[in-house]
Each structure stands twice: as structure tokens, then as C-alpha cells.
């Protein structure tokens, strides 16, 4: 059977087929630009890349398109062979603990968290409702990103503000990138042949999070009531003192919205260096002397090391820690920083295997109290594995 895995923002819409169980990936892309004009997509299948210039003028011709694909490629031979649609939500606050089908009440609530999540869930929804129309007889479901953090406990999720923040306006830690740490974490544990382990999962990408795994739960991550908590990212500040932010809104007559934008769009690795926000042009600078370059990576990578640390106390102890996403998958000069920073704890990096970008590997020595791996993430698998249970038991 064939599940779609679709991630849909306003004006875009990635997905990816899969045929399940076997997990092959029959197809992938990318919609840009719906609704906006001088649309197009790209898509990849059987092997071949290609990009269509189309009018896209909203996410119901997107998926008519990539139905047509389907069929003329020879994919499928009817709609009715897919029989599932899973669709990546950012938020799904404290209602949704685990994957659900995409019922009227389940999209309300979707609905009524968009102001936690304002670009996404709303998004999220005109694609499901797209989806459904397209594909009356699939089994349309939702997957959270915040799903796989809902085991945190209130001394993890809350924020020493009034209580009544947390009561009146839901504020609390929800985290992000749940979808990764969980398949990553899964495959980890794949790896180890056991179950009843400690892990640290170090996604880190443009946005970046670091969660502590307990017997295949979370016990806390990283990110916050949005994603710009915990680490230094490529735009984003992640923790710092609050009264940083009142103090230069009143110094300079910010607004709430100019301020947000500048937490999460001008600082970060960006707002250090005042060059870029992509870990291979610090890189570069670094190579080329420049200061802030190198001011900006290594708070970078003490931050992240601060996380490991308190993650490693939290879980009293760690069977292994896990790389993932652009950066922990792909810059060797990182992954060596941050270990030989945790040296204290016993951990060697093995410098040969820590050379390549992308790899699925230990990179870590054989005595190295703790073993430290790169997993590359694939959070479209873990959705359709996800709606593929649920087909199943529908
Ligand atoms: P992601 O958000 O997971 O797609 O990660 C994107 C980020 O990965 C980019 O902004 C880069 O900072 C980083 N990245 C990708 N390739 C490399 C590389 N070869 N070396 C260092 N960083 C990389």
C-alpha cells in the first residue's frame, strides 16, 4: 500500500510516497510558491529529478497534480491504492500525546493552537482539508511535532512565572522536532539491541533542539513554548535572560513583532558573527580568521555541551548520544568540538570515523565510556510508519 507523508506550509507542500511495509520511497517533492504566482514543483522518481513550472493556485491543485504523477508515472494505478495521508503538525499543545486521525474535532483543536503556532498550524489545516477532497477514501491522519515531549513532567514543562500564565494562556514547555528525536532515538535503540536505555538526541539543524530519552520516552528537551528555547541556532537566540528582551524594547520602542522577528530571524549564530547563519559559512569564516566567526561557534558549542551536561545528570548516566539533521549529520568540526569538550566524561571521538558527512556510524573509540553515533533523521518515514499502524487497525 502506498502512504503519502505531507508537510504543507501556506504556500508550499513537501511529500514523499512510500510504499509500506517495505518502507521504499516512491516519490518525492516539493510545491512552491501556491497561491502566489510563478508557482512550480520539483519532484524526484524513479531516480530522475524534475521541475514543472504550473499554476498552483492553491494546495487542492497541488495534490491533483501529484496524483496525476502518480498515475502517469505508474505509480499507482488508481487513487484508491493510497490508502493513507500523514500530515506533519508543528503544535498540537498538551491535547495530543501520540499520531491521531484527522477528525473534525482533532483539526478543531489544531485550529484552536494556532496562536501557538500561527505560520504552521494553520497551514497544516488547508492541507489536510485539501487532502480530504483530493482523497476522500485515504485515511487522512496527523502527527505532532510536540506528540513525543508529552511525557515530560511539570517540573520539566513549567516556567517559574505566575501559575496562572500556565492556567490562562496554556504557557509551558512544549518542545519541537519530536518526530526526529523519536526516530532517531527508535534507530538508536535498534542499534544497541535494547530498549531500556538513556540517550541524548542532538538534533541540530537550522532550528536545533537536544532532548534526554528514557526507555524510548522523553523526559525534556530543549525547546521551549516555541522552538526559540535552549540552544544558540543559525537565526535563533534560544535561552537567555528574559529581561534582555523588556529592557531593549524600552531602550529602543520596539514592538512585540519587531522584537520576535529579531529573536528569531537576526541572532543566533547570524546575530554573533553578522555573517551568515549556515554552520558551513562560520566554518569558513572561522578557516579565514574571523573573530565573530569563531566567538559565534564556540558559544555554540558550549551551549550545546551545557545541554549534554544537564541531560547526562538528569538521566543519571547516558548509554549514547546521537547526532542528527544538517549540522550533527554533516560538519565533522562540530561533532569533534562538542565531544572533545565532553571529554570529561570519558568520551573519545574516533577522529577517522567522525570524517564523513551523512553516514549512519559510531564515532566514537571503543573505550569511549559513552559511544556517540551520527543518525541521519527521517522524520517523512516515522509519519508514515505512524499513519501505516493506524491504516492498519482502521
Ligand atoms: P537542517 O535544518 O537540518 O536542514 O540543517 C540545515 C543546516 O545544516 C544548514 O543551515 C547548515 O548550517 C548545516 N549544514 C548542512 N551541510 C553542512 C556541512 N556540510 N557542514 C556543516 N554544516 C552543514
Redesign the pocket.
Known amino acids: 500500500m502506498i502512504i503519502l507523508a505531507v508537510n504543507a506550509g501556506s504556500s508550499s507542500l513537501k511529500f514523499t510516497g512510500f510504499e509500506m511495509p517495505s518502507e521504499d520511497v516512491l516519490i518525492s517533492g516539493v510545491f512552491e510558491r501556491i497561491g502566489i504566482g510563478n508557482s512550480f514543483y520539483t519532484i524526484k522518481l524513479n531516480g530522475e529529478k524534475k521541475k514543472k513550472e504550473v499554476d498552483l493556485p492553491n494546495h487542492k491543485v497541488a495534490f491533483e497534480i501529484l496524483i496525476k504523477e502518480l498515475i502517469d508515472n505508474k505509480i499507482v494505478e488508481s487513487l484508491d491504492e493510497i490508502k493513507g495521508v500523514g500530515h506533519r503538525i508543528v503544535q498540537g499543545g498538551a491535547y495530543f500525546d501520540k499520531t491521531e486521525i484527522a477528525t473534525a474535532e482533532v483539526i478543531e483543536k489544531i485550529d484552536e493552537l494556532s496562536s501557538l503556532a500561527p505560520l504552521h498550524n494553520p497551514a497544516a489545516i488547508v492541507g489536510i482539508k485539501a487532502a480530504k477532497e483530493v482523497m476522500p477514501k485515504a485515511l487522512q491522519t496527523v502527527v505532532f511535532d510536540t506528540a513525543f515531549h508529552q511525557t515530560m513532567k511539570e517540573t520539566e514543562y513549567m516556567y517559574a512565572v505566575p501559575y496562572s500564565w500556565y492556567k490562562d494562556y496554556q504557557v509551558r514547555k512544549y518542545g519541537a522536532h519530536g518526530t526526529s528525536h523519536k526516530y532517531v532515538s527508535q534507530r538508536m535503540n535498534e542499534i544497541l539491541g535494547r530498549y531500556d536505555t538513556k540517550l541524548i538526541t542532538c538534533h541540530i ?3 536545533a533542539s537536544i532532548s534526554a530519552v528514557k526507555n524510548g520516552k522523553c523526559v525534556d528537551t530543549s525547546m521551549g513554548l516555541t522552538p526559540n528555547a535552549g540552544l544558540i541556532m ?1 537565526s535563533r537566540c534560544g535561552d537567555m535572560d528574559a529581561t534582555v528582551v523588556t529592557y531593549v524594547m524600552e531602550k529602543t520602542g520596539m514592538s512585540p513583532k519587531e522584537m520576535d522577528t529579531i529573536l528569531n530571524k537576526q541572532s543566533g549564530l547570524l546575530g554573533i558573527s553578522g555573517v551568515s ?4 559559512d562560520i ?1 569558513e569564516g572561522i578557516n579565514s580568521g574571523n573573530e565573530r566567526c569563531k566567538l559565534a561557534q564556540d558559544m555554540y558549542v558550549k551551549r550545546i555541551v551545557e545541554y549534554i551536561s544537564k541531560y547526562y545528570v538528569l538521566l543519571e548516566g547516558c548509554d549514547a548520544i546521537v547526532f542528527t ?3 550533527g549529520e ?2 565533522i568540526m562540530t561533532r569533534k568540538q562538542i565531544l572533545d569538550k565532553l571529554g570529561v566524561l570519558g568520551i573519545k571521538v574516533d577522529e577517522e570515523a567522525n570524517n564523513v ?1 551523512g553516514i549512519e556510524r559510531k564515532i566514537t573509540t571503543d573505550d569511549s565510556k559513552i559511544p556517540a553515533y551520527i543518525i541521519p533523521t527521517n522524520e517523512e518515514l516515522m509519519i508514515a510508519k505512524d499513519t501505516y499502524s493506524l491504516v492498519l487497525q482502521d
Open positions: 539543524g537550522n532550528g543559525g547563519s549556515d554552520s558551513r566554518e539533521a544538517g549540522v554533516n560538519s558527512r
